[in-house]
């Protein structure tokens, strides 16, 4: 787990810009640094000194931070220049089946030098091109450049679950793990899209390539991209597969527990010591179940938790700890926490929280350093096997549809979004602000706007049923988010995050499933508990492990408690520079901001979500700013 940048300028910039953008990503790889650039004349990658006064113009280069977890000897540095010179390589993630690949390549008589996954990556490039990424299983997001045609290749996982972005404008191309980067860079403006914010404030994030700022791109996940000569071409290599229900539920079954015990173990492979992220949930509970097996020797768990109990899952975390006995970390996450420490996570997602809970995972990874380099998570499971439950309204939705007067008669109408359609209806259910509320605090805010995006990413589905439609648009939307969120912060204390639910296999698994192992309907849907009816195979599987009330249990959301947070006097001293930010990003009703804050401190509610969206945006907006003061 690592940090890359990347520079492709006509003009060439600055050496020394090339080694401050890599330095803003000091926190993702704190072991080690290293820098190339492409000398032209001499046609060769030349390493270059990050201590020394850089001052010549570099075309083409590279920057890498690592943090070592495998092959933990200089023999893993990065960039990594191919034996005979041609390719160099940056790379962030893990390979899990890269030995494989290696023995593989050795029998055939390729010779390596070191035993990181890295260098395999870079000698399946030279021999397969972009044929290569149908070998990999993994996290990934890497960078290659050919010596001999000046030829960039950029490439990302299956799943989004390590993230890489671009900046074009000009003759300038520029890639990095994170956009910060980009803010050393002379050529860099960092311009707010206002077309997007009516998306963010419906929706608290971006779906798709774009962002906030202007020009500045992710490349999708199971994609790669090549840049030669000004030209940009991107190519999918792997895409959710549509829902085609070819497996028995016993035979899904089966083949699913098989799968995760597979997966975990491939994810064990670290040379320092890791351990896992426990909710106290269903799905880290059972990825921690199969860990603690399969692992050699002690093994760590780090929580958080709150001082309400509401909010807290202690007695599960406790439950799970013992059965397993596991070493348990825990963390209290409280109200003074929050305010104090979002300017810093701002700054380490590069974009505003999208969740409130980005500030537990922080504390999170902040605690788990003490203790382990790597966490392995339950992240993904909620959005491939449908454990929120608006998947549980879809199924209704649409066994109902057909007959008119159901929907309504059900009382599930009183549960749906109200929107223009079904396209727009099964769309809005991930969002989380009321429209109304919205353009009364933004008068610019447009519904067609904040909808178009995640339209035609709806439209592209093609699956069997109006659920697994939903399952797989979640995938390509909401579930990115939340990976992206679990990098950056698990990074930003250069924690490496590993999420074993998604391996793409068990994901191809999921659509082959019949839908019902994931959502399934009661006879009657008036006072269902819903919770029992969602992410029913993953249940069962956990209540073979922890027993049918742990696994059954109604589920709980890691939310933080906004109200809370809101009445804190911490928050009070903090919220009038968030509100002048407000004032200065223009185009919100500072009238109606000061309304929603006082009946967001009274009631909560929709007016609090808002104002949640609209901190987080002002926050980020400072921290932009406060940064580029510090630049002139």
């Not at 200089?74 to 960039?79: C, T, W, Y």
């Not at 220049?81 to 940056?90: E, H, K, L, P, Y």
């Not at 679950?161 to 910060?180: H, N, Q, T």
């Not at 009661?522 to 492990?545: C, F, H, M, Q």
Request: glycine share 8%; net charge neutral.
């Amino acid at each position: 787990m690592c940090g890359f940048v990347g520079v492709l300028d006509s003009e060439g910039v600055p050496g020394r810009a090339l080694r401050d953008m890599t330095q803003a990503l000091a926190h993702r790889g704190p072991d080690d640094v290293g820098l190339v650039c492409l000398d032209r004349s001499a046609r060769q990658f030349v390493e270059v000194d990050p201590k020394a006064e850089l001052g010549e113009r570099c075309f083409t280069g590279m920057g890498f931070r690592r943090l070592s977890i495998l092959d933990t000897s200089h023999n893993g540095h990065q960039p990594m220049v191919s034996q005979d010179g041609r390719f160099a390589i940056t790379f962030n993630g893990e390979i899990y089946n890269f030995r494989e690949l290696r023995t593989e390549l050795v029998t055939r008589g390729h010779r390596f030098r070191s035993q990181s996954d890295t260098e395999v990556l870079l000698r399946l490039y030279e021999l397969y091109g972009p044929e290569m990424l149908a070998q990999l299983n993994g996290m990934f997001a890497f960078a290659i450049v050919d010596r001999d045609s000046q030829k960039l290749f950029l490439a990302r996982d299956h799943m989004g679950i390590k993230p890489l972005y671009y900046y074009e404008r000009g003759g300038c191309f520029l890639y990095a793990s994170e956009v910060k980067a980009f803010l050393y860079h002379p050529a860099f403006q960092p311009v707010l899209d206002r077309q997007r914010l009516s998306e963010y404030f419906l929706f608290r994030y971006i779906a798709g390539t774009n962002s906030l700022l202007k020009n500045v791109h992710s490349l999708e996940p199971g994609t790669y991209m090549t840049v030669h000569d000004g030209q940009r071409v991107s190519h999918t290599y792997w895409t959710v597969p549509p829902h085609r229900s070819m497996l028995k539920p016993r035979e899904a079954r089966t083949q699913l527990t098989e799968l995760l015990q597979s997966s975990v173990k491939c994810q064990l492979i670290s040379d320092v010591k890791l351990g896992c992220q426990l909710s106290g949930g269903v799905d880290s509970s059972i990825v921690s179940y199969w860990a603690a097996r399969q692992h050699e020797g002690l093994f760590d768990s780090v929580s958080v938790i709150f001082q309400d109990p509401r909010y807290s899952e202690e007695p599960y975390i406790d439950q799970v700890n013992s059965s397993l006995g596991l070493v348990g970390h825990k963390a209290t996450l409280d109200v003074n926490f929050m305010v104090e420490n979002l300017p810093q996570a701002t700054w380490h997602n590069d974009f505003p929280l999208s969740l409130p809970n980005c500030l537990g995972i922080y504390l999170l990874s902040q605690t788990a350093r003490r203790y382990v380099t790597v966490l392995l998570s339950g992240e993904g499971a909620d959005e491939v096997f449908g454990g929120y439950r608006r998947f549980y309204y879809a199924a209704w939705l649409e066994r109902l549809a057909p007959i008119p007067g159901l929907i309504r008669l059900s009382g599930l109408d009183r549960k749906l979004p109200r929107y223009d359609g079904l396209d727009q209806t099964m769309v809005g259910l991930s969002a989380f602000g009321d429209p109304a509320l919205i353009e009364r605090v933004d008068p610019d805010f447009s519904l067609e706007e904040a909808l178009a995006p995640r339209l035609e990413i709806w439209n592209a589905t093609r699956d069997d049923t109006l659920l697994e439609r939903l399952l797989t648009y979640e995938q390509r939307t909401y579930l990115v988010e939340l990976l992206l969120r679990q990098d950056k912060m698990c990074m930003a204390h250069g924690v490496e995050n590993r999420v074993p639910l998604l391996d793409h296999r068990i994901v191809e698994l999921a659509k082959q499933m019949p839908t019902a192992l994931k959502v399934s309907t009661p006879r009657l849907p008036r006072r269902a508990r819903v919770d029992y009816y969602t992410k029913r195979v993953l249940k069962e599987i956990a209540a073979g492990s922890f027993g049918e009330p742990f696994a059954y249990r109604p589920k709980a959301v890691f939310a933080l408690p906004l109200h809370e947070l809101f009445t804190s006097p911490a928050f009070d001293a903090a919220f009038p520079e968030y509100r002048n930010a407000l004032r200065d990003l223009g185009g919100c009703d500072l009238g109606e901001v000061d309304a929603l804050y006082r009946v967001a401190r009274d009631a909560g509610g929709p007016h609090a979500e808002l104002l949640w969206n609209l901190v987080a945006v002002a926050a980020w907006w400072l921290v932009l700013h406060r940064h580029e003061a510090r630049m002139v």
